[in-house]
């Protein structure tokens, strides 16, 4: 589902996150120690799980669930991260 999420964003809002300072760690950043269970240190594509992001601004963007659950994904601090590749090397 990851790369699913993954390939749709970046094909529908890749450009407009780049261009509005979005950075690889808020997309695929994860705790170094917690990858799956610190969601405070968490990039925003691992929460889409399957949803829809209808809009991105610089701050925060949202997620649809099929659910009907509609959040909202604030953009912060989260230099305590790394990519999801350093944990999986």
Known sequence: MLLGDAENFLSRWGH????????????YGVHPLAPAARFDVMGFLFLIQGGAVPVITASSASIHRRTGAHLTYRRHDISDAVLITTVLA
């Open 16 to 27: 407009t996150a780049h261009a509005m300072g979005w950075t690889a760690l808020d997309l």
